[in-house]
């Protein structure tokens, strides 16, 4: 640029320079710091806005600003380093909407660049946004009413309003009054806001991204902290991230136990180790009838201690035969009781033919240590003059899904939660949003 | 770029020229608005008084636009109800010339289209659809706009012109067409609506207070 000092200063010189005007009605010192683009300027003690175009600085209005004097948070004439160049604030409004007889009031500070040009922040409850204005008009989403798109971004309607510029201060490149009104529309897609306002048949469209006050504190050295964010704000970014992500850590997880799962059952002995088959004479179930219990041979457990699956297959229909087995270790004694029933009915009523129970029944003894064990059976069934054959089938080191199926829930916890209070923080935004349908008819 | 030497009938000082094809300068000593004839330069008038802009760019300012640079060397400045804006005759490093509409921080940058049919001023309405070299356009603003200064060196002559009637015109992309009313044959201007940070321009007027 035109001049080039060895030592250009990383922050913006200090204090700015001003051309020296007077206020025709009271005659207060004005600054005017966006040299000639300045339309509007008002006086800083009576509150005459002044027309800046006309050298005898014609007063266009005054208003009463003492009564409610409104202290912008960021000083008129603070520079700042902003958006990668130095900028001065340059002017200030408050505009005020009223939904359901409440008023609601948000504040706008006018930067200015002498080579970049200006820049807005909003301030709305210790929501910030930087904006521009754009030089394009958003088109509406073909077929889909309230939303519009641009740059290829969707922006859903939030918010139609008519602003009232309720306080002003500082110096504007567009002829600012105090009671004017405009239509504001706001269409959101966090972290970005997109915002129509119009005032008779023009309408201009700006762009603002939500900013955090930290960042505005730290920008234009301003004393304390910045006021503390109330409640959620149109285009604030869910802190809880877009709903979808959340899972992508735990889709990533559950593929990685899905893995784990195919590789340790593969790995998994599966081994059987006894298979047997008897026969169990239901004459033998009198009371009378000595206990028809008995041992098998002994089989070796082998690996390390993990379960037991004991399968018992039996030839039932329309009865049913219980057994008792103990897992017993040869050396040690100790044992395993598990008692069993196997029951298969089937039948024809008014719905139809209907089965009850099968004919094959599945148990699994957890945490078996390795060594030499052999069963002991007791069957039982209704008494009757038939035999019931049954199969005993004895399988070392299982694969349990439950477990998986367990750890997949406990997987889906932190991200089921996070879901939860993304849809909420989404409720809480969307529940301010209102006002009557978009306004985009006088566009061109 | 050839640079015919000349002198000011009016005060005598050197006239160069930045652009083979400029019509018209103003000389930088006396302000006299001068026409280049096929043997001499001749002085048309006096420039009045700029109007005060806040506008970064002057006759001197580098930039570039796509794979150009480019340097103004001159300028029109018109004034509409809405307040003024400037274009800025570019020289391109091409050897052709080009314009810088500069109004507010908003930036395009337009050349010339070859002569063609152009529908009559009074003919278009806003919202109207034209297409030229295969880009649609609809009408934006129709502008009546008031000559309120020159500068520098301009590819036409400009002493006889008063009032001007623009018509401009966008794409659904960034493109923009200008359809200048101002002589009776109209002229139109095809060109990009561009960024003023991508146009890297250097050389920029300097403002009291800000270290450029």
Redesign the interface.
């Known amino acids: 640029?035109?001049?080039?000092?060895g030592d250009?200063?990383d922050r913006?010189?200090a204090p700015?320079?001003?051309q020296g005007l007077n206020c025709p009605k009271c005659g207060a010192a004005l600054s005017v710091r966006?040299?000639?683009?300045a339309?509007s300027i008002v006086c800083g003690s009576c509150h005459s806005i002044l027309d800046a175009k006309d050298p005898q600085l014609r007063i266009l209005q005054q208003f009463e600003g003492k009564v409610h004097e409104v202290q912008p948070l960021i000083p008129l004439g603070r520079r700042g380093r902003w958006h990668g160049a130095?900028y001065e604030l340059i002017g200030f409004q408050q505009r005020t909407i009223a939904v359901d007889g409440a008023h609601y009031s948000w504040h706008e500070y006018l930067l200015f660049?002498?080579?970049?040009?200006?820049r807005y922040l909003t301030q709305y409850d210790g929501h910030w946004n930087d904006s521009v204005t754009l030089?394009?008009v958003p088109?509406a989403t073909r077929g889909v009413i309230g939303t519009v798109t641009h740059e290829g971004v969707t922006y859903r309607h939030f918010q139609t309003a008519t602003a009232v510029t309720s306080f002003v201060l500082g110096e504007f490149?567009w002829e600012v009054r105090v009671g004017e009104s405009a239509r504001v529309s706001d269409y959101v897609a966090p972290p970005r806001v997109l915002s129509r306002e119009a005032t008779g048949n023009e309408a201009t469209w700006s762009i603002g991204q939500y900013t955090s006050g930290r960042d505005v504190w730290a920008a234009f050295a301003l004393p304390g902290s910045p006021p503390k964010a109330v409640g959620v704000y149109a285009n604030q970014p869910s802190p809880y991230g877009r709903a979808g992500r959340v899972w992508r850590p735990f889709l990533k997880m559950a593929g990685a136990l899905l893995v784990l799962m195919i590789v340790l059952s593969s790995l998994a002995l599966k081994s059987q180790v006894f298979k047997h088959t008897y026969t169990f004479d239901t004459r033998r179930a009198q009371p009378d009838q000595p206990e028809s219990s008995f041992v098998t041979e002994v089989f070796d457990l082998q690996g390390h201690t993990s379960n037991v699956e004991l399968t018992t297959e039996a030839s039932v229909s329309n009865n049913w035969i219980g057994v008792s087995y103990a897992l017993i270790n040869e050396d040690t004694g100790q044992a395993y009781d598990v008692g069993r029933e196997v029951s298969y009915y089937s039948g024809r009523d008014q719905d139809g033919a209907w089965t009850e129970g099968s004919t094959r029944d599945v148990a699994v003894i957890p945490s078996v240590p390795p060594g030499r064990y052999y069963l002991r059976v007791e069957p039982d069934a209704d008494p009757g003059p038939g035999t019931i054959r049954y199969t005993v089938i004895l399988r070392r080191d299982v694969p349990s899904f439950l477990l998986y199926g367990l750890a997949l829930l406990a997987l889906a916890i932190p991200p089921g939660f996070a879901t939860w209070r993304s849809m909420s923080f989404e409720q809480a935004r969307w529940a301010e949003s209102g006002g009557s349908a978009p306004d985009m008819g006088s566009d061109? | 770029m050839s640079q015919p030497g000349a002198n000011c009938p009016n005060c005598g000082a050197p006239v160069r020229f930045r652009w083979s094809s400029s019509v018209q300068t103003v000389c930088e000593y006396c302000q006299s608005i001068l026409v280049r004839t096929d043997v001499d330069l001749r002085k048309v008038g006096t420039v009045a008084d700029l109007p005060?802009?806040?506008s970064?760019v002057q006759i001197g300012t580098e930039g570039r636009y796509r794979h150009l640079s480019f340097v103004t060397i001159g300028r029109v400045i018109y004034e509409y109800d809405q307040?003024l804006w400037s274009e800025w005759h570019l020289a391109m490093s091409d050897g052709k010339n080009g314009w810088l509409s500069d109004a507010?921080?908003?930036y395009a940058v337009t050349f010339a289209a070859p002569r063609r049919q152009m529908p009559a001023a009074g003919a278009v309405n806003?919202?109207q659809r034209y297409e030229w070299d295969g880009v649609q356009y609809t009408v934006?603003t129709i502008t009546d706009a008031r000559y309120r200064g020159i500068q520098g060196e301009l590819p036409f002559q400009t002493w006889d012109k008063e009032k001007a009637r623009f018509i401009d015109l966008?794409s659904?992309a960034?493109n923009c067409a200008t359809l200048d009313y101002s002589d009776a044959d109209p002229v139109l201007y095809l060109g990009e609506?561009v960024d003023?940070?991508a146009l890297q321009?250097?050389?920029?007027?300097?403002?009291?207070?800000?270290?450029?």
Do not use: C, Y
């Open positions: 640029m035109a001049v080039v000092s250009a200063p913006p010189a700015p320079k001003v966006s040299f000639d683009h339309v130095a660049n002498p080579f970049k040009g200006f030089r394009s088109d490149p061109s | 005060r802009d806040g970064p307040g507010q921080f908003e806003v919202n934006t966008r659904a960034a609506i003023g940070d321009l250097k050389n920029l007027r300097s403002f009291e207070g800000w270290p450029s």
